[in-house]
């Protein structure tokens, strides 16, 4: 079973950065893809950014695109997600998911092909 963990949440103010970790461990495919969801206070939850181990291939969600970006180490099977100009409807817990295949496989930010997950980081954007 993949070990999904995140890291870097907190409290910044508007217009302010943080960079979120994910770590996985117990990787035992080929082939893997990552993807960062949040779950907004009375919302569903939402696929905001992904990253193939294939080639780096990334997808963002309208609501992050320009703002957000994605990395990866593959050394260290490790994503990055970095946020910058962050506004107070940025707020809530963000979730790592991993999905692991023995064939190449290209992420989506639908939440369904991802087996493990993350127990999550709370992100708080507020003045």
């Known amino acids: 079973q993949v070990q999904v963990v995140e890291s870097g949440g907190g409290l910044v103010q508007p217009g302010g950065s943080l960079r979120l970790t994910c770590a996985a461990s117990?990787?035992?495919?080929?082939?893997?893809?990552v993807a960062w969801f949040r779950q907004a206070p009375g919302k569903e939850r939402e696929g905001l950014s992904c990253?193939?181990?294939?080639?780096?291939?990334?997808r963002f969600a309208d609501s992050v695109k320009g703002r957000f970006t994605i990395s990866i180490d593959k050394t260290k099977n490790t994503v990055y997600l970095q946020m910058n100009s962050l506004k107070p409807e940025d707020t809530g817990i963000y979730y790592c998911?991993?999905?692991?295949?023995?064939?190449?496989?290209?992420?989506?930010?639908?939440?369904?092909?991802?087996?493990?997950w993350g127990q999550g980081t709370q992100v708080t954007v507020s003045s």
């Open positions: 117990s990787l035992t495919l080929d082939y893997y893809a």
């Open positions: 990253i193939s181990s294939v080639d780096g291939t990334t």
């Open positions: 998911a991993v999905e692991e295949e023995p064939h190449p496989v290209f992420c989506t930010i639908l939440s369904e092909p991802y087996d493990s």
